[in-house]
Structure formats: C-alpha cells, structure tokens
C-alpha cells in the first residue's frame, strides 16, 4: 500500500481546497448570468407592454380616451414633474404610506406578542381577530373620518386597519409554529416565558417578521390610496379621483405608473434591509 507523505497530503488538500474555490467560482458565475438572464428578460417584457399599449392606441384598436398612451402618460409626467405638483403629491402620498407601514408592522408585531404572551388573551381576541380582518376596509373610512377628521390620521388609520391585523396574525402563527422542543430546552434549563420568548419564539419567527415587512409594502398602499380616495385632497389617490372627476384618464394612469414604480422602489429597499438583517444574523 503506498503511503502518502506529509508533502504529498499537503499538496493533495491544496488541489481539494484549488477544486472546491474553482466549483464556487463556477456556481456564482452562474447565478449572475442566470440573475442577469432575468432581468433581461424583465426589461423586455415590460418594454414589450408599453410598446404593444402605445402601437394600440395609434392604430386605434383601444379607445386613446379611455387607455391614453404610454407617450401621452410620458407628458403628462413630464408637465407635473417641471411644475412641481408630482413631488408635492408624491412626497404627501409616500410620507402618509411610511407611517402606515412602520406603525402597522410594529403595532401587529407587539398585539401578536401580547396575545402568545397571554393564552386567555389570544382566545378572546381571536374571533374579534377573524371579524375585523374580513371586514371591507373602505366601510370603515367614514368612520375614521369622523373620530380624526378628514386628514392625515384618517388615512393613516385606514391603513393600520388593513396592515396591523395581517401583521398580526402571520406573526402570530409563527409564533405558534416554533418547534415545541426547542422551548421544552429552555424550560429545563429553569428559563422563564420570558426566556423563551427571547431566545427561541422571536429569533425563530425573524423570517416570518421580514416576510410579513414584504406584505405590508402592499398592504401600506392599498390602505393609503383607499384613504385618499375618501378624505384627501392632496396625494396620488386624489389625483385619481380628480383624473376620473374630470375624464382626465392620462392623469389616471400616469399616477397608477408612478405609484408602481414607487412601491416597487419601496419593496426593493425592504428586500435590501432583508439581506443585511439576515446576514447580521
């Protein structure tokens, strides 16, 4: 049998280790091409739809009325963004979906701790959860009008009827997903619910929590627009109705295109902190 001297092993896990960063190198290089293969796929698809809208609406296969065209949306963007009113109407609309969505996921992420905190309390709460979360948000508007007035509260309470008990309700549940025996590890230890809590419910329920910060990005504008609609007279959900008012549906469009590329900024921020936070992790 041949003996493999020190060299010899030396050299041989050199090679292994020279394989191993080779085969890493080679599996990153794919997934940038296959990340870059996506986008590109993403870009033509989305250039393909404006393209198809505005072909459509010269050759008059749409009503230009009623769809307008991505050139006509393009001016449009163009005028309000030279005299202002789109940063004053976007900044109103991005600051009141801030709120909503930082206080919304704080305020479900505490009501889902007091509610496993407390057994009595989840299994009071829970119907009252079910009802309120399948309630039309829209029907709860004139309310909140009338306890804060037609304003910012009003829509920012809106959107925390919507965002807090989704919030909620996924924290909620994966609290109660953890694996039992990792608290039965702590119970033996002597360690206390708060204990448990802390070392085993939160930090196995941190990927849920991120999701659910995912979630809310939608949820936080849905609940915003909803609001203006009803209350506002600034913002982009006003300028929908306003556009709609006036059979402007250029205006329409043109701040349904920037409340897309709005939130979809918004998400990606949301996916960036996800990425650091985890790898903090």
Request: a positive charge; aromatic letters at 12%.
């Amino acid at each position: 049998m041949k003996q493999v001297t020190l060299g010899e092993s030396g050299e041989a896990g050199a090679s292994g280790a020279e394989w191993l960063a080779a085969e890493h190198g080679d599996y990153l290089r794919a997934k940038r091409k296959h990340r870059r293969y996506v986008r590109y796929v993403q870009a033509c698809l989305l250039l393909l739809f404006f393209g198809m809208w505005e072909i459509a609406a010269r050759q008059g296969w749409i009503d230009r009325l009623l769809f307008s065209s991505p050139s006509k949306v393009w001016e449009q963007l163009l005028k309000s963004a030279l005299d202002g009113s789109l940063w004053h109407h976007l900044g109103i609309t991005v600051w009141e979906t801030a709120a909503g969505f930082v206080l919304g996921t704080l305020l479900g992420t505490l009501l889902a701790a007091l509610i496993w905190w407390s057994p009595f309390l989840s299994a009071v709460l829970d119907p009252y959860m079910v009802v309120f979360n399948s309630m039309p948000k829209v029907a709860l508007g004139p309310i909140f009008i009338v306890m804060f007035g037609a304003g910012f509260t009003a829509i920012v309470m809106t959107t925390l009827s919507i965002t807090v008990i989704v919030t909620t309700l996924v924290v909620y549940n994966s609290f109660q997903g953890v694996d039992p025996n990792y608290v039965k590890v702590i119970r033996s230890f002597g360690g206390g619910r708060r204990q448990v809590f802390g070392k085993v419910i939160l930090p196995a329920s941190f990927p849920a929590i991120i999701s659910t910060l995912k979630v809310n990005v939608g949820m936080s504008w849905v609940g915003v627009i909803v609001g203006e609609f009803l209350v506002a007279k600034s913002g982009l959900g006003y300028l929908i109705i306003y556009g709609f008012q006036v059979f402007n549906f250029t205006l329409v469009m043109s701040s349904l295109l920037v409340i897309a590329i709005v939130a979809t900024l918004m998400y990606q921020v949301v996916v960036y902190l996800e990425k650091l936070l985890l790898n903090r992790r």
